[in-house]
């Protein structure tokens, strides 16, 4: 689980990946608005002291991400926000080290309230004896993950890419893993594991969860799933009004 985090850290980079990252956080971040030319290939050049073959593949991915548009005697321009691919897991990440807003924040907690209590039925429907011991483990290492907040996150984000799994849908897999990577920020922001209230109420309903899978009943796990999020989108409220939240980056 540990390699995920290196998607935040520009020492695990190449130098299309760092300047692609570079560019991509900030049209995200509004630097570049939509409609606004990015610096020119010279300047970009200069800037991060790359070859010109290494700067057109970049502006090759950020075009396929649906970022930029190149034209003959235009230049490239930054298109409009509906077409900005935000399920690719590189854009999420972008976004995250960017930081949160309000909206985004919201639209996180919609999108996994449309997904993830589906995922937890389908996984009552579908578990095996097997799977459901696997997600026992998951919740064990959630129980006892208190040395850190990247410590807990991590074993959160595993929680919750079991579920995926054992929901037995290969688009549920993808759909929850990408939107899961950019919830990290988000898990470490708000973590139950510093104090041990939250930290013990937090994985009780995860454990919720589990027992309704194992119950096979899909209504019950599909519930908890749904109350376990809006409990940790109630988290990060509090956090975030009294302006006491760390980013991924030093949260250790």
Do not use: C
Request: hydrophobic share 45%; glycine share 8%; aromatic share 6%.
């Amino acid at each position: 689980m540990g390699s995920r985090f290196q998607n935040y850290s520009e020492g695990a980079l190449s130098s299309h990946d760092q300047v692609a990252r570079a560019l991509g956080t900030d049209i995200l971040a509004g630097v570049y608005p939509p409609g606004t030319k990015i610096p020119g290939e010279a300047e970009i050049l200069e800037r991060f002291g790359i070859s010109r073959t290494v700067l057109r593949e970049v502006l090759k991915t950020l075009t396929a991400k649906g970022l930029i548009v190149s034209k003959t005697r235009v230049g490239t321009k930054v298109l409009d926000e509906v077409h900005w691919n935000m399920f690719d897991s590189d854009v999420l990440a972008w976004k995250v080290a960017g930081g949160f807003d309000e909206g985004f924040r919201r639209d996180l907690a919609e999108i996994r309230l449309a997904i993830e209590p589906e995922a937890a039925a389908m996984a009552a429907r579908r578990a095996t004896t097997e799977q459901i011991e696997m997600l026992r483990e998951r919740l064990e290492d959630m129980r006892n993950a208190t040395a850190s907040r990247r410590a807990f996150a991590e074993a959160d984000l595993a929680f919750h890419q079991a579920i995926g799994t054992v929901s037995g849908n290969a688009l549920m897999r993808g759909i929850s893993g990408v939107i899961e990577t950019a919830l990290m920020a988000s898990f470490t922001l708000s973590s139950a594991v510093d104090d041990k209230a939250e930290h013990k109420k937090n994985v009780g309903h995860h454990q919720a969860i589990v027992d309704a899978i194992e119950a096979r009943d899909a209504d019950r796990a599909r519930g908890a799933m749904r109350a376990t999020i809006d409990y940790g989108v109630a988290r990060i409220r509090r956090v975030t009004a009294k302006g006491n939240g760390a980013w991924l980056n030093n949260s250790d």
